[in-house]
């Protein structure tokens, strides 16, 4: 339902003043903050300018689209000039023009959530713009529009001086804003070249910043959103493409870069630790928080810590210490999140600190089947009518430590919802003046399966990623040999001793060639060959000969596509079967505006049957879905101009690539109702985390398979 507020002539220059001023002050009358009064009124003096300059005048009409529970302002900007003759290059930035053109479209587009434009030639522009109203704002009624209109009747046009300065104060304070993000950017690339001590210093910046933006609960929940993508997804990258060196994805390393790889890699996981801590208040509180099981040492814990805790030892004065843990049982359970605990524990004891031993231990915990973790120091100590309080959220204790030393208040809170998620408790002795010891016992073995742990069915483990090669040989010397050839490349293989087990495999799988030896231990493969020349479900399947006989004219006479007498050549090998597999290779599309992303996307579908295509837009990536028709596209959410939605909607609407399978690969923490929503329309939602690139590429690989799953 469109609910109309008033309508502004743009006639002379100084209506673009008034559509200007009129559409900040209904922004501002129906609750919206003066960044988005800002945006808004940049947008609507853009366009209105370029209605006057091109087409000599027009109309600006606002209104009030939607119902109770959704609501926009939507501006509409009409006029009656020539229209836009090169509308699809100035909105995809491929328009150069002399005097500007284009320019005030493209930078509304970014500032307003949607914008479309109609046009012709000799027909006049159109242009609709649409801001969302936020869902914290109460509804904007008929009678509050009408109120808004009246007021707006009788009100007299500012000053258009006075509508200068206040342009003058938004760019310097988008200026302002755009300087402080730089400067962080600066900073963190600082740090993050810097060694651990830099890092964690960081960790203390950010720890601060982000506890009073926490005080405010309706700044931390917008906090919380933009973090987890913001963050997360440079960080990610990071990770991603540290792994890829130090798995030496593309050459060896020396000794020293290796070295300066691990330290970015730790760098960047600890840096990620500590946003997702930040986050898990938030979780508990919704009751989101999940495990990640794993099987670990004590040891491997402490060794992880080790590096992360004694940057932190700024007074040599002060020893950290990790008591002898040898003979521990195996830990099943979540080793994060321990780690987490005896992080946040262990950086509170060298913070109150003088002088003495912060001593980390483990040992055997009260119970049967539970361990005891401690972590002791020779501090300051805490007074008695506080121990009850120092693990509720936000406590901070008097202290004469400096204010930028100070935690956020957040730390012990954590920690005991933590360990209670982990099935344990935490306490804590301590005696003012000689020190304290936190102590928290969890059970051994997390009782708790994550859904990665699920049973797997099936008689035959094949990779439908990768092109799989059915070898029929029975030597073992000369499997070993094949597997070795085939190592690190796209191709599979499914061994078959006996003619009868490549029968067996062939009715479960369709390899991309086969690999025939004529001599096995029991019989000659000369039939099977023909056989399956003759069968219109194998006859497809390439064949290569690699035997110690002679019989090349033979074998092609059968049918075969080549021929090789052994010893066979891996170069060779792998170069016919990749030609061969070429043919049938599936593309993927990969729409997404990071350059980084793309590339680790690409990297991890590296060795399998897909060829990538990439797309940077939305709307680069609609065009390309209907010019090459792609097998399966990988779609992000959060994209500049066109958003992942807004993309995935066309992509359904049109009948050139509405069939084509879609898995959402994005880092945007979803909502139960927005995968229920996004189900309908895609095959699969790959969350971007920062897990091993083992469990990234298993991630994207189980979607991929279960695509081929339902075409099978």
Known sequence: MDMHIMKVGVRYEQD?????????????????????????????????????????????????????????????????????????????????????MGRGLLGARRLMDDLRVETGPGQGTVVTMLKTLPAKLPAVTAEMVAGIAEKLQKAQPENPFAEIQQQNQ?????????KMKQEELERLNQELEDTNRGVLALYAEIDERSTRVRLD???????????????????????????????????????????????????????????????????????????????????????????MIRPLLGNSSVNLVFAESAGLPVLRTDEGKISQVLRNLAANAVKF???GEVRIAAGPG??????????????????????DRIFEEYVQLPTTLPEKMRGSGLGLALSRKLVEFLGGTISVESTVGSGSKFSFQIPVDFSDKEPEEAEKTGTVAVDSTRNQVLVVEDDPATMLLYESYFKGTGFEIIQARTIGQ?????????????????????????????????????????????????????????????????????????????????TGREKILVIDDEEVARYILRSHLA???????????????????????????????????????????????????????????TAKKLSAEERALLGKNTEDIILKKSSSREKSIARVRAALVKISGKRG
Request: aromatic content about 6%.
């Open 366 to 387: 009260p119970e049967r089947g539970t361990i005891c973790f401690s972590v002791a120091d020779t501090g300051i100590g805490i007074a008695p009518e506080d121990l």
């Open 607 to 665: 060795n399998t049957k897909y060829r990538v295509i990439e797309a940077a837009t939305g709307e680069e990536g609609i065009r390309l879905a209907r010019e090459e028709q792609p097998d399966i596209i990988f779609l992000d959410l959060i994209m500049p101009g066109m958003s992942g939605s807004a993309t995935l909607d066309r992509l359904k609407s049109l009948p050139s690539t509405r069939d084509i399978p879609v898995v959402v690969n």
């Open 170 to 178: 938004e760019l310097l304070q988008a200026y302002q804003q755009l």
């Open 217 to 307: 609960s309706e700044i931390r929940a917008r906090f919380f959103s933009g973090m987890s993508h913001e963050l997360r997804t440079p960080i990610n990258s990071i990770l991603s493409l540290s792994r890829l060196l130090l798995d030496r994805a593309d050459g060896d390393l020396t000794k020293e870069q290796e070295r300066q790889v691990f330290y970015i890699k730790a760098a960047s996981e600890s840096l990620s630790g500590l946003i997702n801590d930040l986050l898990d208040i938030s979780r508990f509180q919704a009751g989101k928080i999940t495990p990640h099981i794993s099987e670990f040492t004590v040891e491997q814990v402490f060794s992880t810590l080790k590096g």
């Open 353 to 355: 600190t003088e002088a």
């Open 16 to 100: 673009i003043v008034l559509a200007r001023q009129r559409a900040r002050q209904i922004a501002r009358e129906i609750g919206l903050d003066t960044v988005t009064q800002a945006r808004i009124s940049t947008s609507v003096s853009e366009i209105a300018r370029n209605a006057f300059q091109y087409a000599g005048g027009g109309e600006v009409e606002l209104l009030l689209r939607g119902d109770d529970n959704s609501q926009a302002l939507v501006i509409v900007i009409r006029d009656q000039g020539p229209g836009i003759a090169h509308l699809k290059e100035i909105l995809d930035n491929r328009f150069t023009s002399r005097t500007g």
């Open 502 to 582: 490549a029968r067996e495999l062939l009715a479960m799988a369709r390899p991309s060639a086969i690999v025939l030896d004529i001599i096995l231990e029991k019989e000659l493969t000369w039939d099977f060959l023909r056989s399956l020349k003759e069968d219109p479900e194998t006859s497809m399947i390439p064949v290569i000969i690699v035997s110690v006989l002679e019989e090349k004219e033979k074998g092609l006479s059968l049918g075969a596509d080549d021929y090789c007498t052994k010893p066979v050549e891996r170069g060779w090998l792998l170069n016919r079967l990749s030609t061969m597999a070429e």
